[in-house]
């Protein structure tokens, strides 16, 4: 029970509950507008269902069991239709989430040319660029690598040891001295 009010003391205390404003506030007003077209919905049928002379002609029993079924029947409804709203607006995140999980996963398999691409509508962008400016990165570093290995392979067969401790500090392999 500690750990639970720990939990929620430490999500009270986090400065920052938007930490992607624009996404955030976006899902939060797709979300304010599904619940305000279900409100609406549900007004209009109680409205339309329930005029004063329906009513009069009803004992308080059986406009107390109408009201009831309606509610619930409604109530039901309205929880199907928020649920495929959030499935919805949740497959805009999951998806590229995936997308990009692979990205990385291709990425610490050395496979640079995995698909990082996102639909129009998609949501994450900004990680997703991230982690292809973190594949460019690795690629570069990858290319200066082979490039510096190239030149290490061509001053061993010249016989310029000497000169060799440079390029493979550059590589990372050998510190100075360590050899």
Not at 40 to 53: K, P
Not at 109 to 117: K, P, S
Not at 121 to 128: C, E, K
């Amino acid at each position: 029970m500690s750990d639970q009010r720990s939990q929620w003391g430490n999500l009270l205390r986090r400065r920052n509950v938007l930490v992607d404003p624009s996404l955030q506030v976006r899902l939060g007003m797709q979300l304010a507008g599904v619940f305000l077209g279900v409100a609406v919905a549900y007004a209009l049928a109680i409205y339309v269902l329930f005029d004063q002379a329906s009513m009069q002609a009803l004992s308080a029993d059986e406009v107390r069991s109408l009201f009831l079924r309606a509610n619930l029947l409604y109530g039901g409804y309205a929880l199907l239709f928020l649920m495929a709203a959030g499935v919805w607006l949740l497959h805009r995140i999951s998806g590229p989430a995936l997308v990009i999980e692979r990205a990385v996963r291709a990425l610490s398999a050395g496979d640079v040319e995995a698909r990082l691409t996102l639909r129009p509508h998609d949501r994450l962008y900004s990680l997703a660029a991230a982690v292809a400016e973190l594949r460019e990165k690795l690629v570069g570093d990858e290319q200066r690598r082979r490039e510096l290995l190239g030149e290490l392979a061509s001053r061993i067969e010249a016989g310029e040891l000497t000169s060799t401790g440079e390029l493979l500090e550059q590589l990372g392999h050998v510190k100075p001295g360590a050899a």
